[in-house]
């Protein structure tokens, strides 16, 4: 065999081994430089992008079997990673980039075609598939999304999400963002915080007040997330005022308490449409918008 026939199969042996052992993805997609703004390379937004993406609904989490490649310990740049063997309850927070148009339509780690426009993510050592809450922690903006991919593998990410996913966050300008993971184990019922009402100073039954609260379990299904706070005293006061100002929603105001955040919920709705048309009652009493989240 000739010296140029030796070179060729020995990097055709290197690119089996690349396809066997690592993910598809080997950078980040979407970041920004230290000052912010701008993207990654040649990534960016859509030339035609969708109207309406703040409507596009979060991923449901459901109980799917684990793909065994996409499972697989790898390597990247020097670095082991070994995926869980499990869905199982995971939280970390850092830096979560974006990727979008440089790979729109190419295979993921777990074989499907990534679309910047669904409600996913590359997770480095996540199960795949499995679900996600991501939480801006400036805004406290939270998406549900689902793990079919791996990355990001440089500048300390924890996370990539879709195009939309962070244009739901509010960072697609930025880049990049703060945020909190916490994985979703469908069929677990999530612990929240709910206040046991006290008798006002009248002797009347009092909708809320400062009583110390009391860990419930919260049915699942959709909620109306208003505002995240790390002080509970901040998402008490947030409760407080809403209890007043909006009496019909009273017995149905929920402390969330995920991490160290303190997420002010409303809820559960029967379907997406019941979720949405009380966003606009809650939207027009005071001006601002809620957005709808699954648990």
């Not at 199960?127 to 903006?141: D, E, K, M, N």
């Not at 860990?215 to 947030?238: D, I, K, N």
């Amino acid at each position: 065999m000739s010296g140029a026939a030796r070179w060729l199969v020995y990097l055709f042996a290197l690119a089996l081994a690349a396809c066997s052992s690592a993910p598809r993805r080997d950078q980040p997609a979407a970041s920004a430089p230290s000052g912010g703004g701008g993207y990654y390379k040649d990534d960016g937004p859509g030339d035609v992008i969708p109207a309406n993406l703040a409507e596009v609904p979060d991923a449901v989490p459901t109980d799917e079997p684990l793909i065994p490649y996409a499972n697989r310990p790898y390597e990247v740049f020097g670095q082991r990673y070994v995926p869980l063997g499990r869905v199982q309850p995971y939280r970390e927070q850092g830096i979560a980039s974006w990727y979008g148009r440089r790979y729109h339509g190419k295979k993921t780690s777990s074989g499907e075609l990534y679309d910047m426009y669904a409600m996913t993510a590359a997770h480095p050592t996540l199960p795949i598939p499995s679900y996600a809450r991501v939480t801006h922690q400036a805004s406290g903006r939270s998406v549900v999304v689902r793990i079919n991919d791996r990355g990001p593998f440089l500048g300390g990410r924890v996370i990539d999400l879709s195009y939309v996913a962070a244009y739901k966050l509010g960072y697609i300008g930025n880049g990049s963002a703060a945020v909190e993971v916490e994985a979703i184990v469908p069929g677990e019922p999530l612990r929240v915080a709910q206040a046991t009402p006290l008798p006002a100073a009248n002797g009347a039954p009092s909708a809320v007040n400062a009583a110390p609260l009391q860990t419930v379990e919260a049915p699942s299904g959709l909620y109306l997330q208003l505002a995240a706070f790390s002080a509970r005293a901040s998402a008490e006061s947030m409760r407080e005022r809403l209890a007043r100002e909006l009496d019909w929603l009273a017995t149905r105001i929920y402390v969330i308490t995920s991490g160290s955040l303190y997420k002010v919920q409303v809820g559960p709705y029967r379907n997406r449409d019941d979720a949405v048309d009380n966003a606009e009652r809650i939207a027009q009493a005071l001006n601002f918008k809620p957005f709808v989240v699954v648990r």
